[in-house]
């Protein structure tokens, strides 16, 4: 075998072991030690997925590849073999494996049988194929391409056949010694048993939702960084829900960092504050990226100084803020909900009747993005502290941070930051979408139905998205307003994917 195109299944939705499986770049430095030249690679999220397999594959497998080897359980390999000319080889040992056997985005199946004849019978197993079940050769029962027992079922040797002539290889298989299954190497009933119970533990709470592909290894390791400050920013006077903030300079005015460009302009509004030290240029109407045309702005020219407004100064400990200073200073720091939705955090503050629990929001479901992933591994103590500041100013007795669990980092490392509150707990949930909508989240977490019209407090609960407990936390310990957001830049054609800190405006 030579002139090898290695695939890997990045990613699946399930939970998994391994033991001593070769990862990607260990099995090719292995093959490549023996003389073997690889083609290329691939890391493919949910490689049993034939549609979204076949769309990443296009394309990407070099001419000259002789050979394809998958390191995944059998779907994937047996996914492989259905998309490619030349022959597909498994590198791993299904019994390595847990969780996935009968559960994956395929009607495939894997019996988990610890002699894997993938190699031999051209990617098409025999074991779940062949309603018999036979390793060395069809039965003679089959009529017109049909299984004698289920006649609406093709024989699963006819097919074995069939791909092993267009690759050219039936020599090779009739070379094969005769093939004995050892039927003490796995117990049936047990992996029967073992599914049944992984997929009711998988399902369990899943009361609606998908789980698209995610397609976050684009930018889930990347570090956030600094992204670079333009000469001039146009800062809207409209990045909320609500009025629009008045504004308070104009142009010729010199500014700094943090410092109130746009006074609140009702109760369901924020006050604005600007991103960079420079000179307003211009307050003029502006395109607003989701408003339209016409919306208010503040232009500034940026000196690159970024010089601290004289009010940004830490304020007292957490522990000596009454909830009311709390909420102020979350309302004079126009802090609004980084989720999306922009809705003045300090309104959330004051909800008037009894709050139960104040849930972060972490689950970050959409496919894509890691910008709430990466704050969470960067920024954990300002969330535990931003929360702590949220449930001091409505007496909540308990705050959950829900993490999705295709973010164990993220998960094992805010379960260590909580262990010192007693009234704090971590949940890792299970990866769909839409779980990180307010009303889903609050059912998952509290088991509790918002009612249509109502809002969280209606039944005793605020939620808070992970970048808006962190901007609280910046509020009170630096003293510093909302003037940048974490961004993911991502995807499959973006040069230089990454999670960014970008100034607002």
């Known amino acids: 075998m030579d002139n090898i195109f290695v695939v890997a299944c990045n990613k699946c939705f399930k939970t998994f072991d391994t033991t001593e499986e070769p990862e ?17 690679t691939a890391k493919i999220d949910f490689l049993c997925n034939g549609v979204q397999t076949e769309k990443k594959l296009a394309g990407i497998v070099p001419e000259g590849t002789e050979n394809v080897v998958v390191i995944s ?8 073999a259905e998309l490619e000319n030349v022959p597909v080889f498994t590198a791993t040992n299904s019994l390595n494996y847990t969780g996935h056997h009968g559960m994956a985005l395929t009607q495939k199946t894997c019996g988990a049988c610890a002699q894997c004849y993938l190699n031999v019978t051209g990617g098409i197993c025999p074991i779940v194929d062949c309603s018999k079940s036979l390793i060395n050769g069809q039965c003679g029962g089959a009529k017109n391409g049909k299984c004698e027992i289920d006649p609406k079922k093709d024989c699963a040797w006819e097919k074995i056949y069939q791909r092993l002539e267009k690759q050219g290889r039936t020599k090779e298989f009739l070379a094969q010694p005769v093939q004995l299954r050892d039927y003490s190497a796995v117990g049936v009933d047990q992996i029967k048993a073992y599914v049944t119970a992984a997929r009711a533990k998988r399902y ?22 600094k992204f670079p400050e333009p000469d001039t920013v146009i800062i809207p006077l409209a990045m909320h829900i609500g009025a629009p903030a008045n504004p308070v300079v104009q142009a010729g005015d010199t500014v700094k960092v943090g410092q109130l460009i ?4 009702g109760f369901i509004s924020a006050p604005v504050h600007s991103s960079v030290s420079g000179t307003v240029i211009a307050v003029e109407p502006h395109t607003h990226p ?12 940026n000196d690159g100084k970024n010089t601290l407004h004289e009010s940004v100064q830490p304020n007292k400990p957490l522990e000596e803020l009454t909830p009311d200073e709390i909420v102020e200073i979350v309302k004079e720091k126009g802090i609004v909900g980084m989720g999306g939705a922009t809705f ?37 103590d300002d969330i535990v502290y931003g929360l702590r500041a949220m449930m001091k100013a409505v007496a909540a007795p308990e ?19 909580v262990k010192p509150y007693d009234s704090i ?70 040069k230089t994917p990454g999670n960014y800190i970008v100034k607002l405006g």
């Open 24 to 40: 990607l770049g260990e099995f090719s430095a292995i093959a490549e030690a023996q003389g073997k030249h690889i083609t290329g």
């Open 73 to 80: 359980c059998g779907l994937g390999v047996q996914t492989i």
């Open 204 to 225: 369990e709470g899943f009361y609606g939702g998908v789980h698209p592909t995610e397609n976050k290894e684009y930018t889930e390791h990347l570090a956030l960084q």
């Open 262 to 265: 746009g006074e609140q302009a």
């Open 290 to 301: 989701n408003k339209g045309p016409g919306v208010m702005s503040v232009v500034i020219k």
């Open 344 to 380: 003045p955090t300090y309104v959330k503050l004051k909800p008037g009747k009894p709050i139960d629990a104040v849930l972060i929001n972490g689950s970050e479901c959409e496919p894509y993005l890691t910008a709430d992933h990466r704050v969470l591994l960067e920024f954990a």
């Open 399 to 417: 705050g959950v941070i829900l993490i999705e669990d295709n973010k164990p980092d993220a998960i094992a490392l805010m379960e260590e930051k």
């Open 425 to 494: 707990r971590v949940v890792a949930a299970k990866t769909q979408y839409p779980e990180g909508a307010e009303k889903m989240l609050i059912k998952k977490v509290m088991g509790r139905q918002v009612p249509s019209g109502k809002l969280p407090a209606d039944v005793g609960c605020v939620v808070s998205n992970t970048s808006t407990a962190k901007a609280i936390s910046d509020a009170i310990q630096k003293g510093l307003p909302l003037v940048e957001r974490v961004v993911s830049v991502t995807g499959e054609y973006i």
